[in-house]
């Protein structure tokens, strides 16, 4: 048998004991020779294949058992002391590996194999948090190889001491043993160029640590394209991990995440748990700026136990220290605390006082949001030393930016002034928006409170474009959480444009912080489907699908307590329903992250708030507001002009009616007839001083403009403005209303359709709870001489296959504040949910939801309406009719038919929708109807005009 196909069929054989009789047939063959083989090809595969390469080294083993040879055995218990070092992350283990192969050829006297074996051993006790150890033997090491002249030997052990310098925070050091290592490296001609990507990879960390970032792009860049080129598949994923890492402080949220995506992808089929879980620590520092909390701090947990399980103290602190970024963002302090004091004793453990500075640099910023400046300010002198004693010139930055709001918070404004300035002037240099972004929001405010009121107001913009720089770079679905805690910054730009007497210059800014997601969606046409674009999306849509199909079937279960007395109980089958939604909104998010060609070059794509003033017509008024902290701006825009208003009313005291105002809608939906009397006087005395705070202010304006279009802001979204009283009359009794989440959407709602006019109606009375749904389908078919689907045949599959030009629902619905994406309305085949409506396709003048509270949204950050609303606009719809409370099934059958009668006719939708309410609230026929209850819960969001 020739040696190559023994070796070939020795590689090849996966079962043990076939191994085993191998080796005895062909003991011949058993020489130093192969021995080194398999060991350089353990290795080898240390880069692709980790359990590949393990398993090689269990062969070599074999070998070593059958030859009785020490330096056979030595050779595989190096090899697989690398698989689990290198490969696995199992330091412990991997040092036992190392520390019997050393004793062989200490016995052997054999001092350059014994300090060959430490090129490995050293980052196995760097990575335990010894580094004194560590660096001291790669010393001893190091001058052993060296008067051997094994400089390949050297030049990795070279490599591995400079990593070590790196995970001790000093990147000077670590920079300047990199480069000796290069050198050392490009001495071995050819055979150091597989190693050369390496220094590179690692040349970029150090550099991004020293805010080098071309340099460290460059480098990283290089690296991966090398590691692609030669196959090195595992380290290919570490460069896009260590790329995505420069991505994320530059802004970069997106790129950074699909790298991230790869990456993981690539550890988890290698069976690289710990690489994985390294991975998701960078990851949860991504998901930390885009205020994902909740994720953050599920992927800390779960991180948590393996770090420590190993004693890797300093990735088990970095964990824990993002698990206190994200409870001090979700506003949890005291567990902040605790978890800051957790990270700190693992950095203290890891005798590493770089991260202890970094721990020291986020209780400062804790200390100093829950306004505990004496001590924040001592953290925070104590991080700062450290990173300027280090060159850390990120650090720096942050440190210098929680300076400066100290000294603001202190009314010290010209300190403030220039630390910002410095902060500034340093984050322009390393152009990165995130920290320019805090830079400029600092200075702004410095100058607003010296009376530079210009000077703050462009300071103010350059703001608003880093954050809306920021914001165009990450997928669309993650822009509202990220912006829930930066609206301030418009807030104050507002008020500033209002003290210089610029309206015009303060609506564009109110609304550019409305419902930008939204506008990005329809400006781009973002798909946001269940889309495989490429063949290896499709397990991730096939994964999607399965836990859809999944869900639908458990609420089946749930709803109908099928079986639940021999499965499970219906609160267990209910929890089950919710970890599958968590997990479809992930797995939606990330395919959706994949997607997000937009996000690759914001500029390009960057979404202007347009003048809703070209598609005001000279009958129509727009009423814009914008919610502020202590009073209400207010906006009034016609075909010509752009006017604003202030008015002093407190926020809590429009909350507090609108909360008196549902608990009357609330008692009224389940009072007597003589009940109503009084509740009807009491709804309008609500009504009556919510029209004195919002509308009587420009009562003398708004008679010149028979149609408002109102767009609110802010908590005033749930409420009726149709519905206010002036202690005469409604304001439906003299203007047409119609609603928008901001004016920049008119343009999309007035787009013209290419479908032909035409209805279908949905029917579903939800097994006979809403018999007049039936009724009222067939009436709105009969009107507009459309296609009816009752009962059985009102089903998803036929929403997605409709085309028509109106569409209406008239069923069940529900609102789900807890997730919005499982808002829905229910059909004979399960609900069509938010999720589900991103899904469709549309060319509607008008969709009508016909069901309870379709109108009913989460805020999210941005203003951005988080519900079914959003996601028909989306789709495709021009208008939507929609209810902000539960409503009468038999008043909304006669509501919907004076409604739709009236569009027959060609009225405008908001000119039929007065119409239809006027007749309940006038009708005669029942003195009930006239409680706004029953009248006023649908409103018309979009296009106001004909179908």
Same mark, same amino acid.
């Given at each position: ?13 996966? =079962? ?24 350089? !090809? ?94 001291? #033997?790669?010393?001893? /090491? ?46 071995? $001609? ?25 340099? +460290? ?53 290698? $069976? ?23 994720? #953050? ?172 720089? !920021? ?65 290896? =999306? ?5 994964? !999607? ?50 997607? /997000? ?73 389940? /009072? ?71 004016? +920049? ?10 479908? /032909? ?7 579903? +009375? ?15 078919? =009969? ?39 499982? +808002? ?41 309406? !988080? ?21 009468? =099934? ?58």
């Amino acid at each position: 048998m020739a040696n190559t196909t023994f070796f070939q069929m020795l590689l090849d054989q996966s =079962d043990v004991e076939a191994r085993q009789q191998l080796l005895v047939k062909n003991k011949a063959s058993l020489d130093d020779d192969l021995a080194q083989t398999l060991k350089d !090809l353990a290795d080898r595969f240390l880069r692709a294949d980790v359990q590949r390469s393990l398993q090689i080294a269990a062969t070599l083993l074999l070998v070593a058992d059958h030859t009785e040879n020490q330096h056979h055995r030595a050779l595989g218990l190096l090899a697989e002391a690398n698989g689990y070092s290198i490969g696995l992350g199992q330091y412990q283990k991997a040092l036992q590996k190392y520390d019997a192969a050393i004793t062989i050829y200490r016995r052997m006297e054999d001092a350059v194999s014994a300090a060959k074996a430490q090129v490995g051993r050293v980052w196995a006790l760097a990575s335990l948090g010894r580094y004194d150890e560590a660096v001291a #033997v790669s010393e001893q /090491a190091a001058g052993v190889l060296k008067e051997a002249q094994a400089w390949q030997p050297l030049a990795t052990l070279t490599m591995n001491l400079a990593l070590i310098h790196g995970r001790q925070g000093d990147d000077e050091a670590a920079l300047a043993t990199l480069n000796r290592a290069y050198d050392l490296f490009r001495f071995l $001609g050819e055979t150091g160029q597989t190693f050369l990507p390496w220094i590179e990879q690692n040349r970029s960390i150090v550099l991004r640590n020293l805010g080098r970032i071309q340099e +460290s792009i460059t480098a990283s860049q290089e690296a991966l394209a090398r590691m692609e080129a030669s196959g090195q598949v595992v380290e290919a994923a570490r460069a896009r991990q260590n790329l995505a890492i420069t991505w994320l402080l530059l802004g970069r949220y997106n790129d950074a995440m699909i790298l991230m995506d790869e990456a993981r992808t690539t550890f988890l089929n290698d $069976g690289r748990t710990r690489d994985a879980s390294l991975l998701d620590l960078f990851l949860s520092g991504c998901l930390l700026q885009l205020r994902r909390y909740d994720e #953050v701090i599920d992927i800390c947990q779960n991180a948590r136990q393996l770090f420590s399980q190993r004693n890797a103290w300093q990735e088990l602190g970095r964990t824990i220290l993002n698990e206190a970024v994200a409870y001090a963002g979700a506003e949890r302090y005291e567990e902040a605390r605790q978890s800051l004091r957790e990270a700190r004793a693992c950095f203290a453990r890891d005798e590493n006082p770089v991260w202890e500075a970094v721990a020291d640099l986020e209780q400062a910023a804790l200390l100093i949001r829950l306004e505990e400046l004496e001590q924040g300010e001592q953290a925070l002198q104590a991080a700062s030393r450290i990173f300027k004693e280090h060159r850390l010139i990120i650090r720096q930055i942050k440190a210098t930016l929680l300076a400066a709001e100290i000294a603001l918070k202190r009314q010290n404004i010209g300190q403030a002034e220039t630390l910002a300035r410095q902060a500034l002037a340093m984050a322009r240099e390393q152009n990165m928006p995130s920290l320019r972004f805090r830079g400029h929001t600092l200075l702004a405010r410095c100058l607003r409170l010296q009376g530079h009121r210009q000077q703050a107001m462009t300071t103010y913009k350059c703001a608003i474009e880093d954050l809306e720089s !920021l914001r165009g770079h990450m997928m669309v679905e993650f822009q509202a959480d990220f912006l829930e805690d930066k609206t301030a910054i418009y807030e104050e730009a507002i008020a500033l444009a209002l003290e210089l007497e610029q309206p015009q210059q303060a609506f564009a800014l109110a609304e550019r912080s409305k419902s930008r997601a939204l506008l990005s969606m329809l400006a781009h046409q973002i798909d946001l489907s269940f889309q495989a674009r490429r063949p290896e =999306d499709e397990p991730l849509v096939q994964e !999607l699908l399965a836990m859809r199909a999944e869900r639908e079937r458990l609420i089946v279960r749930w709803e109908t307590r099928e079986e639940a007395h021999t499965y499970e109980n219906a609160q267990k089958i209910q929890l089950k329903i919710r970890t599958l939604e968590k997990n479809i909104a992930q797995r939606w998010r990330q395919l959706l992250v994949r997607h /997000a060609d937009y996000a690759r070059d914001a500029q390009l794509w960057q979404v202007q708030s347009d003048s809703p003033q070209p598609y005001l017509d000279e009958k129509t008024l727009l009423v814009a507001y914008f919610v502020a902290r202590d009073h209400i701006d207010m906006f009034l825009m016609d075909q010509n002009t752009v006017t604003a208003r202030t008015l002093a009313v407190p926020l809590p005291q429009i909350v507090r009616l609108q909360k008196l105002l549902n608990l009357n809608f609330h008692a009224t939906a389940h /009072a007597s007839a003589r009940q109503i009397a009084p509740l009807l006087k009491n709804a309008q005395g609500l009504l009556a001083q919510l029209h004195a705070y919002l509308i009587a202010p420009i009562q003398d304006q708004l008679q010149h403009y028979p149609r408002l279009i109102i767009t609110p802001h802010s908590t005033l979204h749930y409420l009726p403005f149709h519905a206010l009283f002036d202690g005469h009359r409604y304001l439906i009794e003299s203007h047409d209303v119609s609603y928008l989440p901001c004016s +920049s959407l008119l343009r999309y709602c007035t787009s013209p359709h290419i479908v /032909a006019k035409s209805t279908t109606a949905f029917g579903y +009375s939800a097994n006979g709870l809403l018999p007049h749904a039936i009724q009222e389908a067939q009436i709105v078919a =009969d009107l507009l001489s459309g296609k009816v689907l009752l009962e059985k045949d009102a089903t998803r599959s036929r929403v997605h296959d409709a085309r028509a030009s109106v569409l209406h629902f008239a069923t069940h619905g529900v609102f789900r504040p807890d997730e919005p994406l499982f +808002s829905g309305i229910q059909l004979a085949d399960g609900w069509l949910t938010t999720l589900d409506v991103f899904n469709l396709k549309l060319e509607a003048s008008m969709v009508t939801l016909s069901a309870c509270q379709t109108g009913r949204h989460s805020i999210g950050g941005g203003d951005e309406l !988080l519900g079914m609303a959003r996601a028909f606009l989306y789709a495709g719809a021009a208008s939507l009719l929609l209810s902000h409370w539960n409503i009468d =099934d038999a008043v909304t059958a006669s509501f919907i038919s004076h409604f739709y009668r009236q569009l027959a006719g060609g009225e405008r939708k908001a000119t039929a929708l007065r119409q239809a309410q006027l007749a309940i609230l006038h009708s005669h026929d029942d003195d009930t109807h006239q409680h706004p209850f029953y009248w006023a819960p649908f409103f018309l969001m979009g296009s106001p005009d004909e179908l």
